[in-house]
């Protein structure tokens, strides 16, 4: 929070603030809530955020690889505004997937024609 006071932003993610977990729900959870944001492909999205955020990854099958993915722009970027570029491409991503294609299956072989 001091590091927040001295370049004048909003503390985020950590404890007591505004900005943070709020009991089981994640920081995300609570910026869709105090936003007002309201979609089905969101709250999807939301609960794989708040699964691999929280450690509770058997939540939803698509968690543990959110995580992975995120953790893996972690070790790729030294530069916390390049790794916020590339993290905004993965939750785009996975929000298309929520909203779009969560009925799209790629299974091989495929079924006899």
């Known amino acids: 929070s001091a590091t927040a006071d001295r370049f004048q932003a909003v503390p985020f993610d950590i404890d007591n603030v505004f ?9 995300f959870d609570t910026m869709i809530e105090e936003f007002g944001l309201e979609s089905e492909a969101l709250d999807r999205l939301a ?5 691999a955020d929280t450690a509770t990854l058997d939540l939803v099958p698509q968690a543990a690889g959110f995580l992975a993915a995120s953790l893996g722009l972690s070790r790729m970027f030294r530069d916390d505004l390049e790794q916020l570029e590339a993290g905004m491409l993965l939750y785009d991503a996975f929000f298309r997937w929520c909203r ?3 009925e799209e299956t790629h299974n091989w072989p495929g079924k006899p024609s």
């Open 19 to 27: 900005w943070t977990h709020r009991g089981e729900r994640c920081t």
């Open 47 to 51: 609960m794989i955020v708040r699964a």
């Open 100 to 102: 779009d294609a969560t």
